[in-house]
């Protein structure tokens, strides 16, 4: 390119750019009701840790390709992140995630969903949240849980603090995803009107054999109960670790060693026979 400079483009380089082109499409396409291709809620329950009773699950989003294929978040969603589509794949989300709640009503208490940024960044987002409330007489707002990441905080335009206040003037609780990821964690603590923290995966994993991620979960634990907050922590493979998270007085856990995430059918199955227990 002249200069020092070398300029490389590549197949390999154009690659994730046309994939991203793809996956956009096909969301929009997913959006618009096209029956082939399909944007289901697949479920994860969270489990008191100490006795293993299902208090309430995670709706995570899939791709269901018109090959039949079913694509992780990961192929997607920062695709439409980036173009603005997040904002009605999310509404579809909690519009449908609400929908499986009601279903499940007597065996599911609550089920959460994730909000990106860009959703809380929209001035429609807290009154599309009343809007589907006040369609739902008698039903109990704290049954639904928005998830929010730290770099959702970080990097937003509009004061966040105040928007999660007027979502929890409205009754939804709000969780702390991926705590401990990033950078300003007590501050945001201090600063967010948050009633759960999730801790992250890479806090939790390997924590029986680690005394010094153990002593960091101890502290966090307290922190947070003190702050009045409840804990799920996530990514839970381990016995050994559910086991010293539960010695510990994490309440809650949520991995794939109680279940991975499931398509809403088979999320069914297992509330059915968790209650035939
Ligand atoms: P997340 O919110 O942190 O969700 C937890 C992820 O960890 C899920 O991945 C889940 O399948 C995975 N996971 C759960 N237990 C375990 C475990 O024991 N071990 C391991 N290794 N992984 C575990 P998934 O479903 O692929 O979702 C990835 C991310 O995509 C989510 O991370 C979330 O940030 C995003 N996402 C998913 N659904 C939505 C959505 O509807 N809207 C938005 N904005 N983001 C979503
Ligand atoms: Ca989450
Ligand atoms: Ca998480």
Redesign the pocket.
Known sequence: AGGNRVQIFTDELRAPVQEKIAAEARVRRALAGEQRITLP??F?PVASSSTGQILGA?????MRTPEGEIL???HF?GAA?ETGL?VP??EH?LRSAIDHLLHWSDRLGYVS????PR?LAEPDFVPMVASILSRLPGFDPSRIVL?I?ETAVLSSTVDVSERLTALKQLGVRIAL??FGTGYSSLTWLKSLPADIV?L??SFVAGLAEDPKKNSIIQAVLWLARSLGMSTIA????EPADWEALRAAGCPAV????FS??LPAADFDEMLRRHHER
């Open positions: 809620l697949w994860q995670e709706a995570l989003v899939r992780s978040p990961f969603i992140e997040i794949l999310g989300v969903v994730n909000v990106s959703q998830e990441t995803d991926d999730k992250d995966r996530e990514g839970v493979e949520q991995g794939y060693l991975k995430p």
